[in-house]
């Protein structure tokens, strides 16, 4: 069982950063790959990156390249996203996941245990 919990969201202006955590309890977190989803209003959940479970391996949307970073710290049993250059586009709620997998799934199903989100506005 993996219980997840999102923080560091907030108000940030155009081409500002943010760095939002995942924090994850249970004893199985280092087996876990991780990713983080985000949903705007009046629109799907979309795949943002992710993570396996070495931290060797990293996958990003393409609207992501460039701009954001996921990174784990398997000891504190945190997944983090580094997000810069941020666009009003990217105002949403943000969510990680977790898969007991070893590769780095993008789609919504392959993933087992959800965080309730934290809230990113981009103001222009």
């Known amino acids: 069982q993996v219980q997840l919990v999102e923080s560091g969201g907030g108000l940030v202006q155009a081409g500002g950063s943010l760095r939002l955590s995942c924090a994850a309890s249970?004893?199985?977190?280092?087996?876990?790959?991780m990713g983080w989803f985000r949903q705007a209003p009046g629109k799907e959940r979309e795949f943002v990156a992710g993570i396996s479970w070495s931290g060797g391996s990293t996958y990003y949307a393409d609207s992501m390249k460039g701009r954001f970073t996921i990174s784990r710290d398997n000891a504190k049993n945190t997944v983090y996203l580094q997000m810069s250059s941020l666009k009003p586009e990217d105002t949403a709620v943000y969510y990680c996941?977790?898969?007991?997998?070893?590769?780095?799934?993008?789609?919504?199903?392959?993933?087992?245990?959800w965080g309730q989100g934290t809230q990113v506005t981009v103001s222009s």
């Open positions: 249970g004893r199985t977190f280092s087996n876990y790959a």
């Open positions: 996941a977790a898969d007991p997998g070893n590769g780095v799934p993008i789609v919504e199903a392959a993933y087992d245990y």
